[in-house]
């Protein structure tokens, strides 16, 4: 008798681990098996203050990090899954005031508005808007700390963005 309830118990565990479907992954990804490829459309900067080419940077440090960190393969189109979106956002403004009507910090916020298609998962599917922002001392021009607070900027966005859409955390 013990021996039919064991063998009923493991049978009854076996059925129901059996219907579960887990992924794992070491990488952090969690994406399905049948999704292969990935597409990346233009990026336009749509934002009020246009900085030349920071559009493209965006797009490639996004393929840049699907590329490292999965094993799709980027295709220009009919992808398994699509980021399409746009920067709507670009702006220096005061962030710490100090006295005299000055200020003695400066914040530069990039915002961009990404559409995600999973075309094999389409519950997966997003719109979102991600911004983040670098603080500077006002003392410093925006040009001379640009580069750095973009990729900073930028790095954010995507990691953002990928926790949302790949990773799904």
Known sequence: ???????????????????????????????????????????PNNAPLIVPGLNEDFRNMLIDRINQQTNLTQVKENGDVIFQGEITDYRVEPAAPAAGQTASQNRLTIGIKIDYINNKTPEDNITKKYSWYKDYPANISRTDIESEAHKEILTTILDNLFNDTLAKW
């Open 1 to 43: 008798m013990k021996n039919l309830i064991l063998y009923s118990f493991i049978l009854f565990l076996s059925l129901n681990f059996s219907a579960c479907k887990v992924n794992y992954s070491f990488s952090g990804i969690n994406i399905s098996k049948d999704v292969k490829t990935f597409q990346v459309d233009y990026i």
